[in-house]
């Protein structure tokens, strides 16, 4: 398949992103290498391998999920700035219409 500045276009838009002349004339090369890449892959011979999905065969040592407290309510609030009661106080930030 051969890019041209038309399909670069047509991906742009699609993709909601906006190029310069320039720009797509870039694109055009880039996509054109990206293209032959994956041409020369095609025309090695895969039969029998199997798709590669992790680097490495090991897997992730997983720890125990056991519930801990970290620290307490009151541990947790002592340095707030503005609390009330059990809860941190904070500016507002969300408006309605019309405020």
């Known amino acids: 398949m051969k890019i041209d500045k038309k399909e ?9 992103l906006e190029f310069t002349e320039e720009e797509k004339e870039s694109m055009v090369a880039d996509m054109d290498k990206i293209l032959g890449f994956v041409a020369k892959i095609d025309e090695l011979d895969l039969e029998g391998v199997e798709p590669l999905v992790y680097m490495t065969d090991e897997e ?19 340095n707030a700035p503005d609390r009330d009661t059990d809860y941190f106080r904070v500016p507002k930030v969300v408006q309605r219409k019309g405020e």
């Open 8 to 16: 670069v276009e047509k991906l742009a838009h699609l993709a909601r």
């Open 60 to 78: 992730a040592p997983l720890r125990k999920d056991v519930v801990v407290e970290q620290s307490t309510r009151e541990e947790a609030l002592k």
